[in-house]
């Protein structure tokens, strides 16, 4: 915690990116699925229910800017601040990019198990631009499908295409990112700039305000007047899916800024926060008064008053349920978002409704996932350290896999808004709340954060240092004492600290990784690295109340980050996913191994 009386940085001057957080589901292929009459769900301990926050051991060296799922998603998309894009999860119809049946030694199957990154030479047909146009800056994902928007406003696909949701004319599966080739922005030379995906269809936002849309029309979704119910089936495919994105003529005189999918509704804000709602109607989900389908964008009355301060500041929609935060930064809420009572099937909110227990709360961002609702909001100052530590908020009726992140001992369901204490002290930047599985961007600042486990917990490691294949070797800091073995938080082979180049004289405060590992996150970083820079070592500073605000600044390594400040390494210290020595005053025990 900061001391008293330090100021609190604006989070402006904190780096705006963090490391990828997960809690919940992790088995991809049985979320949400019951087994088969009579059979008994076999645990797979390799892809437990995470009943906390985790740290994401595979990324934990990668600066993440974003982390993407939705509602109807067992698989999610991670955006690194260097234009990469990285993909976990449910993969049965390609929808992570590779074959759902590969050949030998190819990678692929029905789940990717571990995040891996899109290489960007390789898996995008036609292949990606190289430099900064062929960046990943934007994405969705579907129940079944992925979309990825690059730097120059292309869209790359992949996953079913049996509605059209990914905008390719052959109906079928893609296990590939395959550009979009037949669209009127290419045309109209109007870069891509945000997607969403609901079930099984999308909705694509270009940089003039405009909005289009592609695959099922079944409930109006789509926004063009039409659905498909009354096409024969049959032939019935060809006749409600769309797969050419098509131009939402009713928002064409609006400069849109934002959009979001449900299942099967669509929501999107303009420039001056005016909100408009269309598909499925049920439950009040369009947040309108009524539970008519709307197959045209209407207007939502509530957010179309004189007072900007009670306009749109931003929107979400959750697979039955649509939220807005205004700009005085409330919560607002309209559909189903429990089984019983006010909020259910039977009395869904036909209109927008904040919550009382959210009262008071200054809300920043929201995740809507399967049956979950996730809110960060501004912390109390007394507790938000020099990283702006968030306060956290969980709930969702019948949440069953660990994806409230509530924690070990704590209910896995929750009618009412909890604090999310596993949480507190962290500073959440993204939230991406999944079917059954939620991420986040957490700043990798402050002691909380240092304390968080990793997943997987264990990783075969080396007990010999990785240098000079001794476990034990003299101090040259410290004659007389062993030189402290570091350990590498990612693959967790240790180091001492002389045999690193340079040495290192003490063991350094915060994260640290090994630089095989530093190496390999570097891959295709470095013109990032010149801008991120600056940022990250003021955040690194500032990080965990050193009682050092300001003062000599550290050198920057090639991780980015500021290096060790030999008297601070007090406070990051304690447990790292497996038992170690409680950091002392001096620090140099802090990742020895035991
Ligand atoms: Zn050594
Ligand atoms: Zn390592």
Excluded at 516 to 529: H, L, S, W
Excluded at 549 to 565: F, K, L, V
């Amino acid at each position: 915690m900061a001391a008293a009386g330090t100021p609190t940085p604006a989070s402006d001057d904190l780096p705006q990116w963090g490391r990828v957080l997960i809690t919940g589901g992790t088995d991809w292929p049985i979320l949400g699925r019951k087994p088969a009459k009579g059979q008994v769900q076999a645990v797979n301990e390799k892809a437990p229910d995470l009943p906390g926050p985790h740290i994401l051991r595979a990324l934990c060296n990668v600066k993440m800017r974003r982390v993407i799922t939705s509602h109807s998603s067992c698989h999610a998309v991670f955006l690194a601040v260097n234009g990469d894009a990285y993909i976990v999860g449910r993969n049965e119809q390609g929808q992570c990019g590779f074959p759902v049946k590969p050949a030998p030694g190819q990678i692929g199957g029905l789940a990717i198990y571990e995040p891996l990154k899109l290489d960007r030479k390789t898996m995008f047909s036609p292949t990606l631009p190289q430099g900064d146009n062929g960046k990943i800056v934007a994405a969705a994902t579907g129940r079944s499908h992925t979309l990825l928007v690059t730097k120059n406003g292309q869209i790359y696909s992949s996953g079913s295409n049996a509605f059209g949701q990914c905008g390719h004319e052959r109906l079928g599966n893609f296990e590939m990112f395959t550009k979009i080739e037949t669209a009127a922005y290419i045309k109209e030379k109007d870069p891509v700039i945000a997607v969403s995906c609901g079930l099984t269809f999308s909705l694509i936002l270009t940089t003039s305000g405009k909005v289009y849309a592609l695959g099922s029309s079944e409930k109006g979704q789509l926004g063009n007047g039409r659905t498909g119910e009354h096409f024969i089936s049959g032939n019935k495919l060809a006749f409600n899916t769309f797969t050419e994105p098509l131009l939402i003529k009713g928002l064409a005189d609006k400069k849109i800024t934002q959009i979001a999918c449900g299942q099967q509704h669509s929501i999107a804000m303009d420039e001056d926060g005016l909100v408009y709602a269309w598909g499925f109607g049920g439950y009040g989900r369009l947040g309108i008064g009524s539970q008519q389908d709307q197959l045209l964008p209407a207007l939502v009355p509530q957010f179309a008053k004189e007072n900007t301060l009670t306009r749109a500041r931003k929107i979400f929609a959750g697979p039955t349920n649509s939220a807005v935060i205004d700009g005085q930064k409330m919560f607002w809420l309209a559909g189903k978002w429990k089984n019983s009572g006010e909020g259910s099937a039977g009395q869904g909110y036909m209109t927008f409704k904040y919550l009382p227990d959210l009262m008071g709360c200054r809300i920043r961002n929201v995740g809507l996932g399967g049956v979950t609702l996730f809110c960060t909001a501004e912390e109390d100052p007394s507790l938000r350290g020099s990283h702006d530590a968030t306060m956290n908020v969980a709930w969702g009726q019948n949440a069953q896999n660990g994806e409230l992140g509530l924690g070990p001992d704590k209910p896995k369901s929750a009618t009412k808004p909890q604090r999310c204490e596993t949480l507190d002290g962290i500073s959440i930047l993204e939230i991406a709340a999944g079917q059954n599985t939620t991420y986040y961007v957490a700043r990798n600042l402050g002691e909380a954060y240092s304390e968080l486990n990793r997943f997987p917990e264990h990783v075969d490691s080396s007990e010999m240092c990785v240098v000079c294949q001794a476990e034990t070797k003299p101090s040259r800091a410290n004659p007389g004492e062993e030189d402290a073995l570091l350990e590498c938080e990612k693959c967790e082979n240790p180091y001492h600290l002389s045999c690193l180049t340079p040495p290192l004289e003490a063991v350094p405060d915060g994260e640290w990784h090994c630089p095989q590992c530093v190496a390999e996150a570097a891959d295709g970083e470095e013109e990032e690295e010149q801008s991120t820079n600056a940022k990250s070592g003021s955040g690194k500073k500032a990080a965990g109340g050193r009682g050092k605000a300001s003062g000599a600044d550290g050198d920057i390594n090639e991780n980015g980050e500021e290096a060790d400040e030999e008297e601070s390494s007090a406070t990051n210290g304690g447990k790292r996913g497996r038992a170690k020595p409680k950091a002392n005053s001096a620090g140099a025990s802090k990742r020895r191994k035991t």
